[in-house]
């Protein structure tokens, strides 16, 4: 695959099922070299949620490939530490938090 080919893409999506309730979604598509850059391994991060936070997602899923490219982290571990430990705020509630 050329460079490009292998440079990370993104986008949002909507699963909704029989009852018309929906779960809003959004995927990052990269690319992992592995043994000195002789083997390339697509992979696929996703963040699913309750409610259509695409701004969210999509900056949280380029800030996790920041994180476990810089420091040579699981991608999948940080993505599950980071759910299991992060409640949603209330409704009408704001929270930022810092990557």
């Given amino acids: 695959a050329s460079e490009?080919?292998?440079?990370p893409t993104s986008h949002g999506f909507v699963l909704t099922n029989e009852f018309g309730d929906?779960?809003?979604?959004a995927v990052l598509h990269?690319?992992?070299?592995?043994?000195?850059?002789t083997v390339r391994v697509e992979k696929a991060l996703v963040v699913i949620g309750t409610?259509?936070?695409w701004g969210a997602f999509h900056a949280f899923l380029c800030a996790l490939c920041r994180v476990a490219f810089s420091k040579g982290n699981a991608k999948e571990r940080l993505?599950?530490?980071?759910?299991?430990?992060?409640?949603?705020?209330?409704p009408g509630c704001t929270v930022s938090l810092g990557l």
Avoid at 4 to 7: G, L, R, V
Avoid at 79 to 90: D, G, I, Q, S, W
Wanted: proline share 13%; net charge negative.
């Fill in 4 to 7: 490009q080919d292998t440079q």
């Fill in 22 to 25: 929906r779960l809003y979604g």
């Fill in 30 to 37: 990269l690319w992992e070299e592995f043994q000195d850059g």
């Fill in 51 to 53: 409610q259509p936070l």
């Fill in 79 to 90: 993505v599950v530490n980071f759910m299991a430990e992060t409640p949603l705020p209330p």
